[in-house]
Nanobody
Framework: EVQLQASGGGSVQAGGSLRLSCAAS????????IGWFRQAPGKEREGVSCISIRDGSTYYADSVKGRFTISRDNAKNAVYLEMNSLKPEDTAVYYCQSYHYWGRGTLVTVSS
């Protein structure tokens, strides 16, 4: 059974940094990708970033390019999202996802 577990959220001031982790288990092989999504209060869920587990290719939403970095550690079955220069508009619940599997979210709050 595939399981995804996000962690690392918290409260920071604008300009600060946080590192989210997604622990993955239950996958067979490495031909899949893991993505980060976020949902702010009153807004639709949006894609933030994703990474191919096989070759490490990445995607970033325009709103986070240059500030967020996604990475993987295949030995630990983990994906990370390093978030720098955080803005109040980054406040949201962040989820990791692959195919139709979703992890429980982790809350990121950025105060001005």
């Amino acid at each position: 059974e595939v399981q995804l577990q996000a962690s690392g959220g918290g409260s920071v001031q604008a300009g600060g940094s946080l590192r989210l982790s997604c622990a993955a288990s239950g996958f067979t092989g490495d031909d899949y990708a893991i993505g980060w999504f976020r949902q702010a209060p009153g807004k639709e869920r949006e894609g933030v970033s994703c990474i191919s587990i096989r070759d490490g290719s990445t995607y970033y939403a325009d709103s986070v390019k240059g500030r967020f970095t996604i990475s993987r550690d295949n030995a630990k079955n983990a994906v990370y999202l390093e978030m720098n220069s955080l803005k109040p508009e980054d406040t949201a619940v962040y989820y990791c996802q692959s195919y139709h599997y979703w992890g429980r979210g982790t809350l990121v709050t950025v105060s001005s």
